[in-house]
């Protein structure tokens, strides 16, 4: 664990009140992109936003308009725009060092072989230590600036998870896996359910103890999935959740056999959501992951108990698992979010998911008809919004509006020169032609970017990642 003075350090250091001007883009509706190409957002002391102006020509004006006359002001390039940082739903921190080693495999045949093993290993606080840095790190890179993290069953490293997303400055929910059913391994399991309550109540009370209001780091329950616990281990899990308010993730329905375990396991269930459901875990602060197959009644005992899904759609390809039918729980009124699901998914990247996610939904309208088509739109949505109420922080992050707080990335995307020559490294993939207009601009980054177009990252006001290419 990490000590005190060094835990959100970061944090302890005053922001100032910053002005930030150029481009911006967010999400409107579902369907539509509001696209602000002369901006001013102000940003406060506490990283709220105070003001957000269209069609400004002179910042001093603005400035004098707000009485912010003693302020620091970002200007960025004219092809450059701000957008809400991403919202990973769904993401094993533990998995990270495997993010693209899982083979031919599928879901039960991957935990044994790749996950297990590894997870195990981070009872070495060392080796946590370099693993749970660089995913944080990486996370950020890719203009993450909220993740819901699945750690270990180990307490300590679990804890050090949450001391380093404060101490890098990323907002996060940090759970500690139970799992005490036979089905997981001898070397890696919860003892006993009194076993798995103790040790997830130790790592509430300490990531209580470092961020008492959760302002970046919130703890959350994380049965892994029904087959890893037993009935009174989830009931156990579904009181806590009760008696202390934290929300909830765990996996359902990924893939088929998984399913047929499930009703193995459970035959007094109805299905595999009843599981959770009995267990008093099926609320509205519970993070779904995958929900791949799940039959009509499930869906609607979802809607009913306002559970949120992340949908993975990297890992369920990878893993062979399925298609998501994301067109249906939105129209549902299923709150979905993107989940990059390292290592089932290969990429620490949410852009890499809103891709993935418009490629599923393509495999599946060839099927089922083009209405289930995500448009690029739909799939940013996905990524800010969608993640935002998935995890319950839809007041706080996701769009910039005034009274949210500034989390938020700069992308940039390199001017091709008169001659087309000068491919330099630090343009990143995207290659800008100057005739695109916003929404051109915004589809070529959203298929062809990366996080080298990720300039600068920043949540709750500060910055929390930049490149070469971001000159304040
Ligand atoms: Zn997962």
Known sequence: MGSDTQAGQGRKIPLERTIYVGSFVHCKTLQELDICDEGAIGVDET??????????????KVQERHGWGVCKVVRIGSTSFFFPGFIDTHIHASQYPNAGIFGKSTLLDWLNTY???????????DKATRIYSRAVSRTLSHGTTTAAYYATIHVPATNLLADICLAKGQRAFVGRVCMNSDLSPDFYRDESVEAAVAASRACIDYITSIDPKYELVSPILTPRFAPSCTADCLAALGALQKETGVPAQTHIAENKSEIELVAK??????NYTDVYDAAGLLTSKMILAHAVHLSDSEIATIRARDAKIAHCPASNTALT?????VRRLLDEGIAVGLGTDVSGGFSASVLEMVRQAIWVS?????????DTKLSAEEALWLGTRGGARVVGLEDRIGGFEVGKEWD???ISMGDVEEDGEGLH???????MFGWEGWEDRVHKWVYGGDDRNTIAVWVRGRLVHSTSGFRQ
């Not at 996950?115 to 606080?125: C, K, Q, R, V």
């Not at 698992?321 to 039918?325: E, H, I, K, Q």
């Not at 490294?425 to 290659?431: K, L």
């Open 408 to 410: 938020a990335q700069l």
């Open 115 to 125: 996950t297990f093993p590894l997870e195990s290993s981070l009872s070495d606080l």
């Open 425 to 431: 490294a630090h343009h990143g993939p995207v290659d």
């Open 47 to 60: 990283g709220t936003i105070a003001f957000v102006e269209r069609g400004v020509k002179d910042v001093a």
């Open 321 to 325: 698992s399925g298609c998501a039918r």
């Open 362 to 370: 393509r495999h599946v309208a060839m099927t089922e008809g083009d």
């Open 265 to 270: 396991l459970f035959p007094e269930r109805l």
